[in-house]
């Protein structure tokens, strides 16, 4: 069941967004070689408590951590741990939190200098597939319109898109209807309305669109180890065209 929120429930899912997109700057921010992510994992539970929200991901069907960091070739869900961040690497951080009844969720993925041009070109690629997919959140339009958008940029630029993970509804649940996939299939899927809030998040490959789970049941990686890269934003269809929640003030 698709749950349209009211104009109030958007303010206080702004003000959810701001704390979100204010830890995820922070913690980018640290990530740089010499750090391990269980360094950023803790500072982003420092940061988030001083705001006075939750951390949503810890606890949430069993997932330890505050954070996901995925680097390199992994996907999504990466646990933070001893792994120390090394020039070249990249990390998709993922984050989210709870505060005053209702969830935001974003992602960003951090490049420590210096990146190979080829996965730099992956980060760039996949942060515009974003953008491309948020411009179609318009009253009227179809949710595969958002797939599409997403699908035609991250293929045309040679690179492929994980199928078996995408974005979601959200509000006081973590994840609602409806999924939000990263590529068209055969339906248009739903119409967009105002007061539909999504969390838009492709996950791109430089290799092939194959992943598979880790032992840990966690941790998302691509079958032919080739990096990934994700970025995520909350976001609210609004008469005005797509709101970005997760974003700091101004």
Same mark, same amino acid.
């Given at each position: 069941m698709i749950a349209l929120k009211s104009k109030r429930e958007i303010e206080i899912m702004r003000d959810c967004g701001r704390i979100v997109a204010e830890?995820?700057?922070?913690?980018?921010?640290?990530?740089?070689?010499?750090?391990?992510?269980?360094?950023?994992?803790?500072?982003?539970?420092?940061?988030?408590?001083?705001k006075g929200a939750v951390a949503a991901f810890k606890g949430y069907r069993g997932y330890p951590a505050s954070l996901c960091t995925s680097v390199n070739h992994q996907v999504v869900h990466g646990i933070p741990g001893d792994y120390v961040v090394?020039?070249?690497?990249?990390?998709?951080?993922?984050?989210?939190? &709870? $505060? #005053? =009844?209702?969830?935001?969720?974003?992602a960003i993925t951090v490049g420590i200098p210096p990146v190979a041009a080829d996965t730099a070109r992956l980060l760039e690629v996949?942060?515009?597939? &974003? $953008? #491309? =997919?948020i411009a179609e959140m318009l009253p009227g339009n179809h949710l595969s319109d958002i797939g599409r958008a997403i699908q035609t940029h991250a293929e045309s630029a040679g690179f492929s898109l994980v199928r078996e993970?995408?974005?979601h509804g959200i509000g006081r649940k973590m994840?609602?209807?409806p999924m939000v996939l990263n590529y068209v299939t055969g339906g248009r899927g739903i119409r967009l309305k105002t007061g539909l809030v999504l969390a838009v998040e492709p996950m791109v490959n430089q290799g092939g669109k194959e992943v598979e789970i880790l032992a840990d049941g966690w941790t998302v990686?691509?079958?032919?180890?080739?990096?990934?890269?994700?970025f995520e934003h909350t976001i609210a269809v609004t008469d005005n065209g797509p709101e970005i929640l997760t974003q700091t003030a101004g």
């Open positions: 830890v995820l700057a922070e913690v980018g921010q640290k990530c740089r070689a010499g750090v391990t992510t269980l360094e950023l994992d803790r500072a982003a539970a420092a940061a988030t408590a001083k090394k020039e070249g690497d990249i990390v998709s951080i993922d984050f989210g939190v &709870l $505060y #005053r =009844g209702y969830y935001g969720d974003s996949t942060e515009q597939c &974003l $953008y #491309r =997919g993970f995408g974005g994840h609602e209807d990686v691509t079958c032919d180890r080739s990096p990934s890269a994700h």
